[in-house]
């Protein structure tokens, strides 16, 4: 009687054979499976000195289904723990980080929908009811103690750094004391790539304001087909407006002319020369009125194409400018030594000062030692003529090299824009490094000097008049590639002329635009100095802007790690556990994956930043998603075929193969298997900062999670949920109060108030704005236009676009 009195006990707790029984198996399969991965991995991080969570919850998982498959409903008692062991657990990791939360808690309540299955409901156990009151009133009350407990031990043992931004920067409640006037601009038009020579992309109008903006309408589209045909690169093209015209460059080697007023297309000109696109977009064009000229080309447009060449076009017709250079164009590839297609192009707008073109170039990372060189060059503006080149290699040397050799090859280049101030005859340039990028034992005394630093050039020479590193020896890709914007700063000396110049590390730095002296504190800090590869060396300082927030995260942690669910969250937590990782400048060491944090989008790239020239509140907008780089010997880089980049664009290229060099590299952002960043949101953000005090008056992310997803997946999660998306684009501030910018990996173009950040307008486009905007008044109706590119960028996941969008107030009754 016994034994048979048990094994009818028993019998209470499995389900009878039938059609009850499948959905429990299922669910038990489904825990079996996702208890398995999480045991599995937790067991790999737990070797590598990881947290001990997913070990225990993957246990907990497995305990859990093999229950559930006997039909005894002490498995949902266990999986019930286990989420209130997870509540405590993340509570106690991250706080009340919403965006930290996603992973560690919406899975395992969605799986815990599986236990509410009539089947399953159905179970029972002698020793406590499940389903009715005391059952579901001992899960909540631990859910309460599991919050409580999460709640004390983060606030006990928390070590969460804040922003460097708010770290260096920020003081609570800080009211928004503003800075003196910085500059007096007066035009009504936008006449360079920053507006100003100076690039502080601000303008003077005051139309549209804080007050009536909420009015503002898109009033045309312009369309950019491309005069080329080919794949077609995104546009991140910034216009200009001169007189009553548009003008702007699209990303397949086309020059367009638009009426300022209707976006009607006035002229189109193809300067490719019959080559196809590089894969570089152009992101802008110069404008210049010959003294004294009228007719033909006395006002003409300067514009990049892919061969590289540099054009002259008439600005009335189109036309190429018959005296100027072969026909209308200056090869650029004189002087540079063969190389394979592709790898040496002109993005960036040209800069004009005292009658001079002056052009950089751009060469793509980690192809080759011994690549296009990266000199620097002047052209007449007028006969295009060349009026002085500035090669590393050979300071001394002003005109071309002589017939049968090149200018130095390697040597670091100029891609961002160019800023210049007209009265002192400076031209200013941000630089890269020489590639390779992540080796640097073959560079040379003059590469070390100038690569990722800001130089100043003499106008009428090219003698190079001062000069600012902001990273040594740079082998991480920290090359300097936001447009110096110059201001005259306030400062407790006097008005000083200064350079302001952001750089991918997220530092601002604030120099002396005559001398290059630092008017903001330069420290010097100790640099790591593990184990390198062979034949490298390793800066042993690096510089610090000390009074000026740094926009980039705080040093990366093995909790911060992020995913969508908790396996690509664990997969993230694995992968930072092996790699090396000491900072910002982790030594690149061979065999070693290593994490680049700023990565190579920065902290903040060519976007740059805007000075709100009235108040002195500097706008920046930065991103923050690691690379993981892994530097491997010259035969693994051949086994596993690293080739230079076909065509071009490697600008994307994850496989560098370094030629030249005893290796070779793969490059590529830390994501994870779904394709989301490893690291948690925000990985876009804005700020504004008073620029006398170095004070943060606002910050924020920026950006919605609608238009993005896993790119993996390839969808869009539609959520219009303040994520903060990897950004693209810059801003641009006006006499308005307002800061007008899309940049965000989403289709959405803004404005906010300057003083306070607080949106106050917003239009949806086809795809993301991810180009700088431009306002100008318009001669004809004397309204205020704010135009931006509608150009998309896939490498975010929205599409490429070839549009110009303009904005305006509804027109009022004359």
């Known amino acids: ?482 447009q110096p914007t110059l201001a005259d700063v306030p400062t407790p000396q006097g008005v000083r002329s200064a350079l302001i110049q952001p750089t991918k590390r997220g530092e601002i730095f604030v120099l002396d635009r005559r001398t290059g002296e630092a008017i903001k504190t330069v420290r010097e800090l100790p640099a790591p100095q593990s184990a390198v590869a062979a034949g490298e060396r390793l800066a042993k300082t690096q510089p610090e802007s000390s009074d000026l927030p740094a926009f980039r995260g705080a040093p990366l942690r093995e909790k911060d790690m992020w995913g969508m669910t908790p396996l690509d969250q664990l997969y993230c937590r694995i992968e930072f556990r092996r790699s090396l990782y000491e900072g910002m400048f982790t030594p690149v060491t061979l065999g070693k994956n290593i994490l680049i944090d700023p990565g190579s989008m920065g902290g903040i790239n060519w976007n740059g930043i805007s000075l709100d020239a009235d108040r002195g509140i500097m706008i920046v907008n930065w991103t923050q998603v690691p690379d993981r780089l892994e530097l491997i010997t010259r035969e693994e880089a051949t086994r596993r075929n690293f080739k230079i980049a076909p065509g071009l664009d490697a600008g994307g290229q994850t496989d560098q193969p370094m030629l030249g060099t005893p290796y070779g590299a793969y490059r590529a952002q830390f994501l994870s298997p779904l394709g989301s960043p490893c690291t948690a949101p925000p990985w876009g953000l804005i700020a504004g900062v008073d620029l006398a005090s170095g004070k943060v008056l606002w910050s924020k992310p920026f950006g919605t999670g609608r238009d993005i997803g896993p790119l993996k997946l390839g969808v869009r999660t539609m959520l219009p949920i303040t994520i903060g998306t990897p950004t693209a684009g810059g801003a641009v501030t006006t006499r308005g109060g307002l800061v007008f910018i899309g940049g965000a990996a989403e289709h959405t173009f803004r404005a906010l108030d300057t003083a306070t950040g607080k949106e106050v307008w917003s239009h949806r486009l086809a795809t993301s704005a991810n180009a700088t905007p431009i306002t100008y008044r318009s001669p004809i109706s004397g309204r205020q236009f704010v135009v931006v590119a509608e150009g998309g960028r896939p490498a975010y996941g929205t599409k490429a676009g070839t549009k110009l969008v303009a904005y305006a107030l509804p027109a009022t009754k004359q």
């Open 1 to 482: 009687m016994t034994a048979l009195g048990a094994a009818d006990k028993r019998s209470k707790n499995r389900p009878s054979p039938g059609p009850r029984t499948w959905p429990i198996r299922i669910a038990a399969l489904i825990l079996l499976v996702f208890g398995s991965a999480l045991a599995g991995g937790g067991v790999i991080l737990a070797a590598s000195g990881g947290s001990l969570y997913y070990l225990i919850s993957g246990v907990a998982l497995i305990a859990s289904s093999v229950l559930l498959w006997r039909g005894d409903a002490r498995g949902v008692w266990m999986y019930g723990a286990m989420l209130v062991w997870t509540v405590a657990w993340s509570i106690w990791e991250v706080g009340y980080s919403g965006w930290q939360l996603v992973p560690r808690l919406i899975a395992p309540f969605v799986l815990a929908a599986l236990l509410l299955l009539p089947s399953v409901r159905r179970l029972r156990t002698d020793w406590l009811p499940l389903w009715r009151g005391r059952g579901w009133a001992a899960f909540g009350g631990g859910l309460i103690a599991a919050v409580v407990l999460g709640s004390a031990g983060h606030t006990l043992g928390s070590d969460d750094p804040e922003f460097p931004a708010l770290r260096r920067g920020m003081q609570a409640q800080a009211p928004a004391r503003l800075a003196e006037p910085l500059a007096k601009i007066d035009r009504d038009d936008w006449q360079a790539y920053g507006n100003d020579q100076g690039g502080t992309r601000f303008s003077p109008l005051a139309q549209i304001d804080t007050s009536n903006v909420a009015g503002l309408t898109k009033v045309w589209e312009a369309e950019m087909t491309p005069t080329v045909p080919g794949p077609m690169n995104a546009l991140q093209v910034t216009p200009l407006m001169i007189g009553d015209t548009l003008y702007a460059c699209d990303g397949n080697n086309g020059v367009h002319a638009f009426d300022a007023e209707t976006g009607q297309v006035r002229w189109r000109q193809n300067v490719s020369g019959g080559e196809q696109p590089s894969g570089k977009p152009c992101r802008g064009v110069a404008y210049y009125k010959v003294p004294d000229a009228s007719g033909v080309c006395a006002e003409r447009i300067f514009a990049p194409s892919h061969n590289p060449t540099l054009v002259a076009l008439d600005a009335k017709t189109g036309q190429l400018c018959p005296g100027f250079g072969n026909q209308g164009s200056v090869d650029l590839q004189s002087g540079i030594a063969p190389y394979p297609h592709g790898l040496f192009y002109v993005s960036s707008a040209p800069q004009v000062i005292r009658g001079k073109v002056v052009v950089g170039g751009g060469i793509p990372d980690g192809q080759y030692w011994g690549g296009p060189s990266g000199v620097i060059r002047a052209f007449d503006a007028v006969t295009g003529e060349l009026a002085w080149a500035y090669d590393a290699g050979a300071p001394e040397r002003i005109g071309a090299p002589p017939p049968g050799e090149f200018y130095t090859p390697s040597s670091p280049n100029s891609w961002a824009p160019i800023s210049a101030d007209e009265a002192l005859g400076l031209v200013y340039l941000p630089m890269g490094g020489a590639t390779p990028d992540a080796f640097g034992g073959l560079r040379r005394p003059f590469d070390d000097s100038i690569g990722s630093a800001v130089i100043a050039l003499d106008a009428e020479s090219g003698r190079m008049r001062w000069r600012f590193q902001t990273t040594h020896h740079d082998i991480w890709d920290y090359d300097v590639a936001s």
